[in-house]
């Protein structure tokens, strides 16, 4: 239960401050910004949680692994150009958003992969690589998000 808790606290944070900019409304772009970039975060952390969390459902982590392609190439772009709305007079434009172009492309590119392989293949292959990664003579050591290297349970990380 506590481990749910956990799993779950960064999503409630991001959704608790899409909730308070929306309770004292968006009066400027830079809001609508922020509230992007934050919801954006929110299905990140969705995400993040249900690959972490020990109740696995493999056709739901396909649908949820799409998603995190685009979202977590979306998020910082998407503070970027809030940042920029707060400190620039110039209004941001139209080539700023082409930032997000790689996000776009890499979320189109897994669908189609995914779509390709069909929602039974595609589970298989996560559950593959999932009980590959539950071998307990292979130690996975966590470098950042999303990233993790793996090495033999006989040397440290």
Do not use: H
């Not at 919801?39 to 690959?51: G, I, K, T």
């Not at 709305?85 to 941001?92: E, I, Q």
């Not at 999932?130 to 993790?148: K, Q, V, Y």
């Amino acid at each position: 239960m506590l481990s749910l808790f956990a799993l779950m606290l960064p999503f409630s944070v991001c959704l608790v401050w899409v909730f308070a900019v929306l309770l004292r409304g968006m009066k400027s772009y830079s809001d609508k910004l922020l509230v992007a970039s934050l919801l954006l975060s929110c299905v990140y952390f969705f995400c993040d949680a249900n690959f972490v969390s020990q109740y696995v459902d493999y056709k739901l982590l396909v649908i949820l692994d799409i998603i995190a392609k685009f979202v977590i190439l979306a998020v910082f772009p998407l503070a970027c150009l809030y940042i920029r709305s707060l400190t620039d007079t110039n209004p941001v434009g139209f080539p700023a958003y082409l930032m997000l172009l790689p996000s776009i492309l890499l979320g189109v590119v897994s669908l189609v992969v995914y779509g390709l392989l069909g929602i039974e293949e595609s589970a298989s292959l996560i559950q593959s690589l999932d009980s590959r990664m539950a071998n307990p003579d292979i130690l996975m050591c966590f470098i950042g998000p999303n990233m993790w290297f793996v090495q033999n349970r006989t040397t440290s990380c």
